[in-house]
């Protein structure tokens, strides 16, 4: 599905907003559109409009009294009034004359004395005349005034209601752009967590981050400002043009060249701002994954003395996006301003060459409100061209940014699914599986084993072996390519993923705090687990003792990854979370590889008792805390070579064997 597409679905969403906030746009736009025909009506018919011609009349009402005479201009006259005899008043530079009488052409004028001639071509007319006072002249213009207040005042109301509207419509589009974008990053982060973990190992967290965050506020900046004024751009060139065309039809016609250049530049420069575009968008996110990667490695930087390699990595990528930035910038410099000024250039020489060329005549004098009308509209023109100019980078940024956006959302997940299944009683069976990272190389191969209800079953093996491999299947983090798992005999494929982890629970050999408390942590915030169900949990693994020295006691402040925390006391937060949640199958990765001795003892004392009824799989490198497990698996490169009881692989003098003794050689002699 297209880009532009989907984020028109995202808008569809909040589409009453968006509606509302654009018919206030249209308002707004219209009501300043219709301030130069305002204008044109006050100019035409009330300052100009004196020229037209007046006529003597008995009616007072928007008649003139001159030399005893009332005179009313020809349009002032209402259906049926009787006209007397026609008069004229007419400017010279900047005086005004009288004329008692007709004025036959039309032409240049020139007044001396009391005479006032016009030329037009070969034809002179000469007209006995009165030149007029100031005022005089201010009496012919008192019947105007009314309307010309009138006007004047209708022309502050529309721009008060095209202020009104302005704002009306970028709250409303800006809350509707909000929204959207909280729509989009709460379906992005809701997506982030049913994609596979297979997805996470090729791409750091930072440039994850990078995506929710930077890229959909450059989203939100297409609906905030680009929509704005692309589309308000859209109703003024509109609405321009058709008010250039009631004006003057040829005038128009010739400003029609706009159109296709703008056309053409918008096709030439998505050409290239797009690749720019698709650099620093990148470049960005690499910059953000390594930021994220320094700050969590901060301590390795420090005590290795990395401080110089890592800035200048840093400053390789840094470069790299200031050099686009300036293409961008170049590209922007290059075509935004310098386009639009030689757009308003060519307009306006062919409103002089039109004007001065063939219009600009005496006759022309009446309609000086088109040319002001036309000069306004041509000069409001090229505001919204200059705004969806300068918006094309902002365009195009925003739709690099969905599209990375929405190819996070393509990724493929797992449906969440409400189904539950009764809790498993924890028998586990591996038939013939094989299963390969990468799809080519096996790192596991044709495993075969069983653990029965209640049976500890330990892991060992040297590192690569297979042992993490054969957790990561059965908790469904990766897909297996050969064989069978069943619990209870039903097949974990065919059970939904957040169904089959329901029962499950697992503690990693880094265990991993989020920001809360050590009850947020235990519980995770679950509704079924109840704060006396945490206590039980951690006085069972035996935590208590430790956080009854905390300040804050179950209540403690954590913050990111547990910080302020020993390894050993988040390994027991760690645990007690998995036992808090009571599971059927419980997995230990390394869960005690961190964890000193003393700490050790105590959680062996408590998975004696735990592990009652609980089937419970043991990955370990140190041997003696497997000593007790039903079944020992030793694993090598993903094949198992031996099984047994401690006792059994003792006696069988084997790998196993061999690993053990090496191990007590290695704590004597410590």
Same mark, same amino acid.
């Given at each position: 599905m297209k880009v532009g597409k989907r984020l028109f679905q995202y808008a569809v969403k909040v589409k009453g907003v968006i509606l509302a906030a654009l018919v206030m746009l249209a308002i707004s736009v219209g009501a300043e559109l219709a301030g130069p025909f305002v204008a044109k009506q006050m100019i035409d018919n009330h300052i100009v409009g004196i020229e037209k011609p007046w006529y003597e009349t008995k009616e007072r009402q928007d008649a003139v009294l001159y030399n005893g005479t009332l005179y009313k201009r020809g349009d002032r006259f209402s259906a049926g009034e009787e006209k007397g005899k026609e008069a004229r008043i007419l400017q010279v530079k900047r005086n005004y004359y009288f004329v008692d009488s007709k004025v036959g052409i039309e032409g240049k004028r020139s007044a001396e004395g009391n005479l006032l001639t016009i030329q037009s071509g070969a034809a002179k007319q000469v007209y006995q005349v009165q030149k007029l006072s100031l005022p005089q002249v201010f009496s012919f213009y008192e019947?105007?005034?009314?309307?010309?207040?009138?006007? @004047? %005042?209708?022309?502050?109301?529309?721009?008060?209601?095209? +202020? &009104? #509207?302005?704002?009306?419509?970028?709250?409303?589009?800006?809350?509707?752009?909000?929204?959207?974008?909280?729509?989009?990053?709460?379906?992005?982060?809701?997506?982030?967590?049913?994609?596979?973990?297979?997805?996470?190992?090729?791409?750091?967290?930072?440039?994850?981050?990078?995506?929710?965050?930077?890229?959909?506020?450059?989203?939100?900046?297409?609906?905030?400002?680009?929509?704005?004024?692309?589309? @308000? %751009?859209?109703?003024?060139?509109?609405?321009?043009?058709? +008010? &250039? #065309?009631?004006?003057?039809?040829?005038?128009?016609?010739?400003c029609l060249f706009i159109l296709p250049v703008l056309l053409l530049w918008t096709v030439l420069y998505r050409k290239y701002a797009s690749r720019y575009n698709h650099v620093i968008r990148a470049r960005l996110s690499d910059i953000n994954g390594m930021i994220n990667e320094s700050i969590n490695g901060m301590s390795i930087i420090q005590a290795f003395r990395q401080k110089q390699e890592t800035e200048r990595e840093f400053e390789v990528m840094n470069g790299e996006y200031y050099e686009y930035q300036k293409k961008l910038l170049n590209l922007n410099a290059a075509t935004s301003h310098n386009l639009v000024g030689v757009l308003r250039n060519l307009s306006f020489i062919a409103v002089i060459w039109y004007f001065g060329g063939a219009s600009l005549t005496a006759s022309a004098a009446l309609s000086i409100g088109v040319l002001y009308a036309f000069v306004d509209y041509l000069t409001r023109l090229f505001s919204p061209i200059t705004g969806m100019v300068n918006q094309m980078a902002n365009l195009e940024q925003a739709r690099v940014a969905s599209e990375r956006v929405f190819e996070l959302l393509d990724e493929a997940g797992t449906e969440v699914s409400e189904a539950h299944v009764p809790r498993f009683a924890g028998n586990v069976e591996f038939q013939h599986v094989s299963f390969s990272y990468n799809g080519k190389d096996d790192v596991l191969h044709d495993l075969s084993f069983s653990a029965k209800r209640g049976?500890?079953?330990?892991?060992?093996?040297?590192?690569?072996?297979?042992?993490?491999?054969?957790?990561?299947?059965?908790?469904?983090?990766?897909?297996?390519?050969?064989?069978?798992?069943?619990?209870?005999?039903?097949?974990?494929?065919?059970?939904?993923?957040?169904?089959?982890?329901?029962?499950m629970g697992i503690v990693l050999q880094d265990p991993f705090l989020f920001t809360g408390t050590i009850a947020t942590n235990v519980s995770l915030e679950h509704g079924r687990i109840s704060r006396e169900r945490m206590e039980q949990a951690l006085r069972d693994v035996g935590a208590d003792r430790f956080i009854a020295n905390l300040a804050g006691g179950l209540d403690e402040p954590v913050i990111e990854k547990g910080s302020t925390l020993s390894a050993g006391e988040r390994q027991l937060i760690s645990f007690a979370r998995a036992l808090a949640f009571d599971p059927a199958i419980l997995i230990l990765d390394e869960a005690t590889s961190s964890i000193d001795t003393e700490t050790e003892t105590i959680i062996q004392d408590a998975l004696e008792v735990l592990k009652k009824g609980r089937t419970t799989f043991i990955i370990a490198h140190r041997l003696s805390t497997i000593r007790n497990a039903d079944q020992i698996l030793v694993l090598d490169r993903g094949c198992i070579v031996e099984r047994g009881s401690h006792e059994e692989l003792m006696a069988l003098g084997g790998r196993y064997s061999r690993m053990y003794e090496t191990q007590a050689a290695g704590a004597q002699s410590a």
């Open positions: 019947p105007e005034v009314p309307r010309l207040l009138w006007l @004047s %005042g209708s022309y502050f109301a529309l721009l008060a209601v095209a +202020a &009104l #509207f302005a704002y009306g419509q970028k709250f409303y589009l800006q809350k509707a752009s909000n929204k959207i974008i909280q729509h989009m990053r709460e379906d992005v982060f809701a997506h982030i967590q049913e994609i596979p973990i297979r997805y996470f190992d090729n791409l750091p967290a930072g440039k994850i981050v990078s995506r929710v965050t930077n890229d959909t506020e450059a989203i939100r900046e297409l609906y905030v400002t680009v929509l704005a004024t692309f589309f @308000s %751009g859209i109703i003024y060139i509109t609405g321009i043009f058709t +008010a &250039l #065309f009631l004006l003057d039809v040829r005038l128009a016609g010739l049976e500890t079953v330990a892991l060992v093996g040297h590192t690569g072996s297979g042992k993490s491999s054969i957790m990561n299947v059965l908790f469904g983090f990766y897909e297996f390519q050969k064989g069978r798992i069943t619990i209870d005999g039903q097949d974990v494929k065919e059970l939904p993923k957040q169904a089959l982890r329901e029962h």
